[in-house]
């Protein structure tokens, strides 16, 4: 009996996964079935068209919760619904009536006009919010569905776009800050970036992929935007042979399943960067998993299949033609913020400033417009750390300039924890939280500010209000994952999960988390004073707070 159960298995097909290059296109979850009933592109249409005109009420399911995201658009969270509530009401009853709009910024890349106009529909529009987000782009919050047709018609006028930056589609392309005016740049990546925006943001080819797909393309030695947890990255390097080009990276990733990038080594030229970069979304779309959201990330294609395996389909199925080898990029010891006053390749400056965990308002950034124009060119960028940069300013303007943006609570001269403090959205606004983050973490900063004024090194900390890790927690020093916890009269109360020592660089690893240790909320800036105390008394002369993390004993770390 038992060799005839065994027979059953063994004879029975494996389990399909929805990948369309297989011939499975019969959609395996309802986030397919509304993909594969089309009307993607069309929501923009319909949002000004229908829904602009009939209010919230007229927004049908499928539309609020699935396709108004390909035109930018998502639900946020109703006011006053604690975290303890979000696995346990359905999403009619989270949900507001004001909505979430992503600006997308690809490379960072703001002129003074599009800032300006992007303040000024904040204020008009969206309740004077204007966050800067982790992946370089600006998220408006409390949007009417009835002003969506002015406020596009505004961004369209200096070309911003919010089209697929919720969606499963190519979402922004990361840059370097820096890019075109860095000093040790190896390679500028912006044609690349405007080229693969120009041809394949918000069109059918790539708009109905497993998930989305987060890519980088940066010239900067060392790296500046995170490529070792993105899908797809092209990172600068210089071949002994052809020169300067971009060494490609896949398969990178966090949330709950977090996965480092691996190296194709392959060398990619400047000008076939969005030619790969094509072949790698079709890839990705025709081979990707489709029957569980959750492993639909490029990701656990890449685990599974191994490098080797998609170089090999990348070239002789999509390029039709093999990539050059090439060598590795350089290791960067700490991620680069660009915040202060740096010197650029020109004989200008760049200022780079700290708003605390990203919060602006629509007035600052209309301010900051100003700013950018008067004492620079009118280049703004935006950092993968929720920060800002203004290039081009003469070094006789950059303190002048620095005690502007003071005033404005933008801090060139940070403390370290001011500097190096992340927060998401939280439960002010996501639908997936469980804590609140941007208050509580502008909170900490201020305590730790007083607890610890002479601090001497940087110690990155990130507040998540959920595991999707929007402001990544695993490669934190300090990590903090929103949970519920017990409070001391037995009920739940908000809290974190505590990870401890993540870092990317020459010592690339994902924070570990000390066995049961959780935190409620109010009990955060004790602990991490504490943490760092220990650090600082127990370190060795040149040792980070990640090295010391990865060999202190567990009780060290509570």
């Known amino acids: 009996m038992m060799s005839d159960t065994r027979t059953l298995q063994q004879s029975r097909a ?7 290059a297989l011939g499975e296109l019969t959609p395996l979850n309802n986030s397919e079935r509304i993909k594969a009933e089309g009307g993607l592109l069309d929501a923009r249409d319909r949002i000004e068209q229908i829904y602009a005109l009939g209010g919230y009420e007229s927004i049908p399911p499928d539309d609020l919760r699935g396709r108004m995201r390909w035109a930018g658009v998502h639900v946020q969270r109703r006011p006053g619904i604690p975290g303890g509530k979000t696995a346990t009401l359905a999403p009619e009853d989270l949900e507001d009536e004001l909505l979430l709009m992503r600006v997308r910024i690809d490379g960072g890349a703001l002129s003074s006009e599009q800032a300006r ?79 693969i925006v120009r041809r394949f943001v918000g069109t059918e080819e790539f708009s109905n992929l497993p998930r989305k797909v987060k890519s980088a393309i940066s010239g900067a030695p060392g790296g500046d935007v995170v490529h070792e947890i993105n899908d797809v990255s092209f990172v600068g390097v210089m071949h002994p042979d052809h020169g300067p080009g971009f060494d490609l990276w896949v398969g990178g990733g966090l949330s709950k399943a977090p996965k480092l990038a691996q190296r194709l080594g392959a060398w990619v030229p400047l000008p076939e960067v969005p030619e790969v970069w094509q072949a790698i979304n079709a890839l990705f779309r025709d081979y990707g998993y489709r029957r569980n959201r959750n492993r639909a990330r490029m990701k656990f294609l890449i685990s599974d299949w191994g490098v080797e395996r998609f170089r090999d389909v990348l070239e002789t199925e999509y390029l039709n033609r093999p990539l050059l080898d090439g060598p ?19 004989g200008l400056f760049y200022v780079g400033a700290a708003p605390t ?17 008067k004492y620079g060119s009118g280049r703004i960028r935006l950092t993968i750390h929720q920060k800002l940069v203004i290039l081009d300013v003469p070094g006789e303007r950059t303190d002048e300039l620095a005690a502007e ?33 941007k208050g509580r973490a502008a909170a900490l900063i201020d305590e730790l500010e007083r607890r610890l004024p002479n601090l001497d090194v940087s110690i990155t900390i990130s507040v998540n209000g959920c595991p999707s890790s929007c402001a990544r927690f695993q490669i934190a020093d300090i990590g903090l994952r929103g949970v519920l916890v017990a409070g001391d ?51 060795d002369d040149s040792e980070s707070f990640a090295e010391w993390t990865s060999r202190a004993d567990e009780e060290a770390l509570r």
């Open 328 to 346: 590795p990029p350089e290791r960067a010891k700490i991620q680069r913020d660009y915040i202060g006053v740096h010197p650029q390749r020109d």
């Open 14 to 20: 494996p389990r399909s996964e929805g990948q369309w």
């Open 405 to 437: 943006l003071l005033k404005l609570g933008l801090y060139v001269n940070p403390s370290p924890f001011r500097r190096s403090t992340m927060a998401c959205t939280g439960v002010q606004y996501c639908k997936s939280a469980i804590a609140e983050t």
């Open 357 to 373: 965990v990203g919060r602006l308002s629509g007035t600052i950034l209309q301010r900051v417009a100003d700013l950018s124009e």
């Open 117 to 195: 106009v992007l303040g000024a529909i904040s204020e008009r529009f969206a309740k004077n919010t204007a966050d800067l987000s982790d992946r370089q782009c600006v998220q408006l919050h409390g949007v009417r569905v009835e002003d969506t047709p002015e406020i596009w018609r505004l961004m369209d006028s200096v070309g911003l776009t919010t089209a697929g930056s919720c969606a499963d589609t190519p979402a922004v392309v990361l840059g370097s800050p820096l890019a075109g005016v860095a000093a040790d740049e190896i390679i500028d990546g912006t044609p690349a970036i405007d080229e």
């Open 489 to 539: 009269d037995g009920t739940q109360i908000e809290g974190f999960q505590v990870l401890l020592g993540g870092s990317l660089g020459h010592r690339s690893a994902f924070g570990r988390a000390p066995r049961g240790l959780r935190l409620a909320a109010d009990d955060l800036p004790d602990y991490v004073e504490r943490l760092i105390n220990r650090y600082l008394a127990q370190r």
